[in-house]
């Protein structure tokens, strides 16, 4: 699975941060961040058998923030 770019793409995160990749992002004046991730072919099988994605988040011990995760990007975007 990896981050692409996408239309509504207006930063990228850790662009210039050789120790992580790079994360091509929407940033809302709210603070609202979305990315989009393409899976391979084996992860799409693997997701078909399972039926399951895992998340896991870094919270350093800090509350928990708001997650959504959707494949349809209407859900978050209008054209």
Known sequence: MKAIEFKEQNVVFAENQPEY???????????????????????????????????????????LQPIFITVDRKELFTD
Not at 24 to 35: H, I, L, N, R, W
Not at 38 to 48: A, R, Y
């Open 21 to 63: 990749l790079s994360l091509p992002a929407f940033k809302s004046e709210e603070g609202d961040v979305v990315t989009c991730w393409e899976l391979s072919d084996e992860e799409i099988e693997k997701i078909k058998e399972t039926k399951n994605i895992f998340l896991a988040i870094k919270t350093f011990n800090h509350p």
